[in-house]
């Protein structure tokens, strides 16, 4: 291999490195079997929601994890592998991949990185049952706003007793 090559590999290697330390999660998928029309429309899914998915060569993502500190993913590194990573939302690329999954048979997630700790598949299955921000956000809300509205109501109601 001439040394251009290398160097552009390396190149390869540490741009996928730094995808990995940068993103909040990222979850590794076989997605052998899918039809042209399916992949276009998880990609499609998975940009909607600031996700990006890539299909990498195993060796340059055997690489550039050992380079971001992460090499226990080098297991999931086997036959055709693709990585969705997301900067903002640690939940999106498991509740999209799973959704998926489940629809479609030939989809199959290997694993993954939440928040730089290594994630089984069972561990992304649980994160992609939970809520997304908006909805976290508004359950907190909610628990934020219950004790002032019972207070409210209690406040009423001896208001309402007193006007009897």
């Known amino acids: ?66 380079a971001a500190d992460l090499s226990d993913l080098n297991e999931l590194f086997v036959g055709p ?23 479609i048979e030939a989809l199959e997630i290997k694993g993954g990185v939440v928040d730089g700790n290594i994630a089984s598949v069972e561990e992304i299955n649980k994160y992609a049952s939970l809520p997304d921000k908006d909805g976290l956000l508004s359950m907190l809300l909610s628990t934020l706003q219950a004790p002032v509205r019972n207070f409210a109501y209690a406040v009423k109601a001896v208001s309402e007793a007193k006007e009897a």
């Not at 990995?20 to 276009?40: H, I, M, P, Y």
């Not at 592998?81 to 629809?103: G, M, Q, T, Y």
């Open 81 to 103: 592998s693709a990585v969705a990573f997301s900067n903002e939302d640690p939940i999106a690329p498991s509740r999209i991949l799973k959704k998926f999954a489940d629809s």
């Open 1 to 66: 291999m001439s040394e251009a090559n290398i160097a552009v590999k390396a190149t390869i290697v540490a741009e996928v490195a730094d995808k990995f330390k940068a993103a909040a999660s990222s979850v590794v998928v076989d997605v052998r079997g899918l039809t042209v029309e399916q992949a276009n429309d998880l990609r499609k899914t998975l940009r909607e929601e600031g996700v990006e998915l890539k299909v990498i060569k195993n060796k340059i993502l055997s690489r550039a994890a050992d």
